[in-house]
């Protein structure tokens, strides 16, 4: 939680609800990316995406949205489709904008998680994160209740079901409690927010160094489609995209505390560079943030 605390200070957590959470002009929108594979963008809060696998047994769903009312609209849409039972939930980590609709699929099956959503989400920690997104005005947002994930894994754990086997795969990166999903038969990695298509992430409790390694991950695996956390599923360009902008924040920064410089001259350095190569992207504001934790995380590596 001090990493999100640190970023609400600067004003960047504010400024990703301001800029790309209010979708309602574009509307909540259902792709179908494979066969019984459906994947829910845009909306009338956060932009989190939510997806959805129908199995012949049952339906999973991997996160929840903001707010119950989002992911009553996420209910309806797989009514759309099926009228089988949910069988589980998966939280790809613990950010409200991935777990707060939960309360709407308790009782249906399992919520899934890592072990450390539990500790982000319990608690005085899981109170902060509600009341900081309670102030953002967004719609639904006092009827939500967290509700907590009740099947917890460490390392990695596999669902077979309906036809389909799953693996989830934690890798700290964006959070301390990220996983992603992998589905070897549908060469499909499901990311949740260690890749973001066409967006500068958000980095407010990012490890960077384990966020490159979860991406080594996620490239050893044979697969053809991603859906990511934040903007639309997509091929293999879109992971590339991702790993790239991370390699680049690594690389510029550390040359910056090579050279000495201070927080803010590297912050002038490679603000430009990093804007004028990813102009087409969302969250351009908040690379000063991002340039912010590389610094300090590899200031601290470095022991300087």
């Known amino acids: 939680m001090a990493g999100l605390r640190w970023l609400v200070g600067a004003g960047v957590f504010v400024s990703f609800l301001a800029v790309n959470g209010l979708c309602g002009a574009e509307g909540l929108k259902t792709i179908e990316v494979w066969k019984n594979l459906f994947t829910v963008v845009n909306g009338d809060g956060v932009d989190s995406n939510t997806t959805f696998l129908i199995t012949k047994k049952g339906v999973i769903v991997v996160d929840t949205r903001v707010t119950p009312g989002e992911a009553k609209k996420v209910m309806a849409e797989i009514r759309k489709h099926t009228d089988l039972p949910i069988l589980y939930t998966i939280n790809t980590h613990?950010?409200?904008?991935?777990?707060?609709?939960?309360?709407?699929?308790?009782?249906?099956?399992?919520?899934?998680?890592?072990?450390?959503?539990?500790?982000?989400?319990?608690?005085?920690?899981?109170?902060?994160?509600?009341?900081?997104?309670?102030?953002?005005?967004?719609p639904g947002m006092e009827e939500t209740v967290i509700t907590l994930p009740n099947m917890l894994f460490k390392d990695q754990m596999e669902i077979f079901v309906g036809g389909y086997h799953l693996k989830l795969i934690h890798a700290r990166g964006h959070t301390d409690g990220d996983l992603f999903i992998y589905i070897e038969d549908l060469k499909t990695l499901i990311t949740g927010d260690l890749v973001f298509n066409g967006k500068i992430p958000y980095m407010g409790d990012a490890y960077i160094e384990d966020w490159l390694s979860a991406m080594n991950k996620l490239g050893?695996?044979?697969?053809?489609?991603?859906?990511?956390?934040?903007?639309?599923?997509?091929?293999?360009?879109?992971?590339?995209?991702?790993?790239?902008?991370?390699?680049?924040?690594?690389?510029?920064?550390?040359?910056?505390?090579?050279?000495?410089?201070?927080?803010?001259?590297?912050?002038?350095?490679?603000?430009?560079?990093?804007?004028?190569?990813?102009?087409?992207?969302?969250?351009?504001?908040?690379?000063?943030?991002?340039i912010q934790r590389a610094y300090l995380e590899y200031s601290i590596k470095q022991g300087t």
């Open 94 to 138: 613990y950010h409200g904008d991935h777990t707060f609709g939960n309360q709407v699929f308790e009782g249906s099956g399992a919520i899934i998680a890592h072990e450390n959503v539990l500790k982000s989400l319990v608690g005085a920690s899981g109170q902060e994160h509600l009341d900081f997104f309670k102030t953002m005005n967004i």
């Open 220 to 290: 050893d695996l044979d697969a053809e489609i991603y859906i990511p956390g934040h903007g639309a599923p997509g091929g293999k360009p879109v992971f590339i995209a991702m790993k790239h902008y991370l390699l680049n924040l690594k690389g510029m920064v550390l040359k910056q505390l090579e050279e000495g410089k201070s927080l803010k001259e590297t912050q002038d350095a490679v603000r430009p560079v990093l804007m004028e190569k990813y102009k087409g992207w969302k969250n351009l504001d908040w690379l000063d943030a991002n």
